[in-house]
């Protein structure tokens, strides 16, 4: 017991609580930026007078909104543009490294100024992992949201199949994907793929008029995942995550059992969105640090660590039964 | 069993193939008729020419939608008129203004940073057995004075000062077209080698 009293003070399980901030905060943006440039256009055509209501109002609600940050809306507010796919943060472009690579194989030729707007995304990848799945995609949210749906609908006596599939499926999706592009000349990993989607749809959406093609695939995602697998889409069949998962097989920060603290409970198992191991150190390429068993744990035996590989099966935790009787064999 | 479990996994991609195009199929399918016509639409300014080339350069982030300050940018979704989620401007509805947002924010080479006078988007194009002062049904001059270009790019006639004329310096914004009076928009936007004049006579 002496060890749980040395626990470093860092209160790793309320990382979690951060990271669903983080997805509701890059949610709100998607859902917000294209009421803004809505409103830069009106700003724009300087026409407040012809106006329809309900337009006026938008334009009374976004100017309340952005008047403390600026005082010229149509320049200033181009400052934060774009989705998680490709954007603008204050001068500086950002890419996800798929459109970048989608972009290379439908053309066939590499274009070096967008390498750089990937670089900051990759480097944060190889060092942290899968982490833009569980961190920033816009995704996960509505997919972590419908996991909790699929929970309260098993709790009710309704039938939510939950079949494993292999999860090496993702990055035959993400290759297949890469060679269409290439064959059609078009950047198609960028139709299947829910981050893109979901940010260009709410623009259509909001600014346009209406939702496209994207919404009725996205909407067959969620059911594939509420009816067929747990996050199937995520495990099974993103390209995405399939290419962030192979950035990140060697990332340095990664989640580990503490043995000395583990008393062998598997919260940890039944609550890892994507079936993980973490209660016999299985993490593997896939995990991507969304902190769920770290918060979840109830003797806090799982941390971040720096190393390159997951240590393998480091046995029965410490403070668990199986432990104890191994303990007792070998006193006797 | 080897092969059975290659049969199982094949039909399950080709399932998972159909399921993923499904919706897109779908969205063809019940797409409203267009009441605008495709052939009408133009890419944005400092577009890659070739429409292949274009086609493969865009990543359908839609950032430059998001920056343009006339909102005239729009995507192709299920209208079938290009490259799924590249955009496009149909300046019938609304046209460009050429402040040059859209090619700064793209992150790839599909648009590129063009000085205004060497953006080319075709030039425009009159039909002169039906614009208003060609066949003497009245005075307009509309398209003359919206022209972000001056007397460069659209100018009257010397000998009727209302009969309008494109000349070379035009870069095809169409502006020309949104402001356009006449319902069967005898001004479009065509390519270069089709010249600035036309007489349809439906």
Redesign the interface.
Known sequence: MTTANQKPSFPWRHLNKLRWLTLSVVMAMLVL??FV??Y??YV??HAYDLLAPAEKRLYDVMETLTSPFTGDP?ADL?AI???V????LFGL?L?DPL?WL??AA???EL?W??LV?VLIPVAATLVFGRFFCGWICPATLLYELNSNLRAWLHWLGFKTGNRR??RRFKY??LA?GLVLSALT???LV???YPP?II??EL??AV??GGF??????FV?TLLFDLLVARRGFCRY?CPGGALYSLLGRYRLVRIQRVVEDCNDCAKCNAVCEFGLDPLRDGFGQECNNCTACIAVCPTDALAFRLRVTDAPYQGPGHLGRQYRKQQAKKAA | MQRRGFLKRAGMLATGIAAGGLPYGIARLTAPPGQHDPRRHVRLPGALKDEAAFAAACIGCGLCGEVCPPRCIRFHRSDGGGALNTPYIDPQRKACILCGKCMEVCPTEALSVTPRDEIDMGIAQIDRSACYPWVDQGICGACVSICPLGERAIGFKMWNQYRPVVKKACVGCGLCVEVCPHPSLPIRIVERSQGTVTRHSI
């Not at chain 1, 496209?212 to 695939?217: E, S």
């Open positions: 930026l294209p440039h809505v830069q256009t724009a055509a149509a181009d543009k774009g989705t796919w490709s954007g603008n472009k890419s459109a989608g972009q439908a053309g066939l274009y100024p967008m707007t599939f292999d035959l999706v297949v000349g078009s950047v960028a139709a299947v893109a940010g260009r623009y259509y600014a346009l496209g093609a994207g919404t009725l695939f067959l069949l």
